[in-house]
């Protein structure tokens, strides 16, 4: 390594290498079970490439599936950041999905589409930040663990939704779903005849308010304050019971806004099954990308990249998709444990000199 | 609404909420281990996820109650381990450790599940010898209590067992002692010349194994069979029950058995057809668990190094 180079950058080619470590320990890992299964692991790896990386459809794809996962990944990352552990992305998510569909079901089909979205993204945005908010309050309050409520939240989201869309939302037709949105108050396709539209604009403002908020802000300093040292966030004078409630409802917005922007430009309504665990999955890609909101754009393609390429990988050789998820989670097993090995390597080799000096 | 109100049905009710209670009992029986000894063990579901896939499979294609058991518990350890190598000896941070390695599990227990069965609508069954009810012989007569605890599986009954047997070894033993003042005062404790990461390691394989036989029971017993994410979160309302139980395996116990019926409550409802909607009775046990939480959590007081983590410093 040069000698000039500065700490913070020295720091970053740190992590670049930890994180190419991690990659490509979790991709042998998955090569395991990808050989296991008598299929071979060049053929699975370039067939997932392929899907994901180099059609028009693929690429959309992976455009569409990161937009949700950015949008509640940085909004976890600022919880995390403050101190508090949001696994309640699907809940908030689910909620922010149905209350914002109302907007859009519930306004004549001649209202302006910018002002449906508006509504919608605000309706969205105030839902999913009470629920989440519920979790921080909670904690606040009773002393509960924010990841146990956020958890059990999910479930009651979730059946809330399944209520809604089995009963008073469901459209005619007997398929547990809320009527579609107007044609006209669905988000733009970015590339026609995909799935690829306009809501990865709101996914990477998202990010940039988030870097903001964290770069140029006092709210970001406090939120940084309270999870780093909430004792002397409590000596310098910031209500650490307030900021918990605040930092989860700022996080569950977000979530509830991905909520809105999946249904306004994917499903264009809202049934069971619209989250396959994005909350959990967005947890992942925040740690991934060590809480940097603008990393966790980045994170989101990489993840959505494997999750679109697994699909092809399923189709071409029957390897299960769920394979994503032992890789996704293999990379960060390996990006945290990766420091320790190396120091401990480290010290048991200088300790072996240390010995050879006394010798 | 008249064919709520019967003993037939009281007695159906409670020995159906004793049945499904076990998972989460062994479950959190495992956590307190884990915690008392200082670590917070997120990935209980993970473990218990394990354990549910592993034994199903195993009694699956052998039909081996006991093998199925065993493998059950060893996978339930191993995941476990792995927690343990990345926190204890590679000081990772544990609740982030706990929740990587959840998505891991349910990955993994998915991935070759599918690669087993393929796609399948019906889920297989597994349908092992032993899985049934083993009435015990006079006890099971005696009138409502005996339909209730004496005319269960074979495994309830291993469990009672086990959860008095952790709460001796736990309050009156000498390993029981090092075990809290691992989780109280770490380094008071290796001052008292006990190996702090060698007391979490074994109570890490004692809560794996425990965990795994939860998640055996649920598929085995149970639900005879497997499907993704069989556990639903019961690994995190486990958490939740161990603080509810204060770390004392009898009153979690008794929590337990409070969570089990109320999922059974909630299934009979249905079963009965309460004119309720259906998804209002799904929501209560976990609706139930937030308010637990919120009665208990502000007197609790946890181990006092819970989540810490613990290094031995260099001479």
Known sequence: MAKNS????????????????SIVAAFLVSMIFI????????????????????RKYGLAEVLAKATPLIIIGVGVALATRGGMSNLGGDGQFYIG????????????????????????????ILSGGFWGGLSGWLKAKFNTSEVIITIMLNYVALYLMGWLVHGPLQAPG??????????????????????AHAGIFIALASALLVWWIFKKTTLGYRIQ????????????????????????????????????????????????GISSSFGFTAMLIALLAKLNPLAVVIGSLFISALTVGANSMQIDMSVPTSIVNVVQSLIIFFMLITPAIKSDLLSSISKKRHKKEVA | MSAVLTPVFFVTLLAAGVRMSMPILLAATGEIFAERAGVLNINLEGQMLMGAMVSFLVGYFTHNMFLSLMAGMISGVLMALLMAVACITWHAQQVVVGITLNMFALGFTSFWYRVAFGVTTSPPKADLPGSGEQAIPLLSKIPFLGEILFNQNFLFYISVVLVIVANFVIFRTQFGLKLRA????????????????????????????????????????????????????????????VIFGKWNPLLVLAASLLFGTTD???????????ELPSQFLLMLPYVLTILMMIITAKRSESPAALAQDYQRESI
Not at chain 1, 243 to 272: D, K, P, T
Not at chain 2, 204 to 210: D, E, H, N, P, T
Not at chain 2, 264 to 274: D, I
Request: charged fraction near 10%.
């Open chain 1, 6 to 21: 500065s700490p913070a950058r020295r720091a970053l080619g740190q992590n670049a290498l930890v994180l190419a470590v």
């Open chain 2, 264 to 274: 059974a409550l909630q299934l009979r409802l249905q079963a009965v057809g309460v």
């Open chain 1, 97 to 124: 999905a149905i209350c914002s569909i109302c907007v859009g079901l519930f306004l004549p089909p001649s209202t302006p589409a910018l002002v449906v979205w508006v509504l919608a993204l605000i309706v969205g």
């Open chain 2, 182 to 241: 691992s989780g109280e005062y770490p380094k008071a404790a290796e001052t008292m010349g006990v190996n702090v990461q060698r007391m979490r390691y074994v109570s890490m394989i004692i809560c794996g194994a425990l965990a795994g036989l939860g998640g055996t029971f649920l598929s085995l017993i149970s639900l005879n069979r497997f499907v993704d994410n069989i556990t639903a979160s019961r690994g995190f309302i486990a958490l939740a029950i």
């Open chain 1, 35 to 54: 050989l296991a299964l008598g299929v071979s692991p060049v053929d699975a790896f370039v067939s997932m490439f392929r899907g994901a990386l180099t």
């Open chain 1, 174 to 195: 007997g398929i547990p779903q809320t009527q579609a949105l107007e044609k006209s108050f669905q988000l733009p396709k970015i590339i026609s005849g995909t799935r």
């Open chain 1, 225 to 272: 304050t309270v999870g780093e040292s909430p004792d002397a966030a409590v000596y310098a004078g910031i209500k650490t019971n307030r900021y918990m409630s605040l930092i989860m409802a700022l996080s569950g917005a977000f979530a509830g806004m991905a909520g809105m922007v999946e249904v306004y430009g994917v499903h264009y309504r809202v049934l069971e």
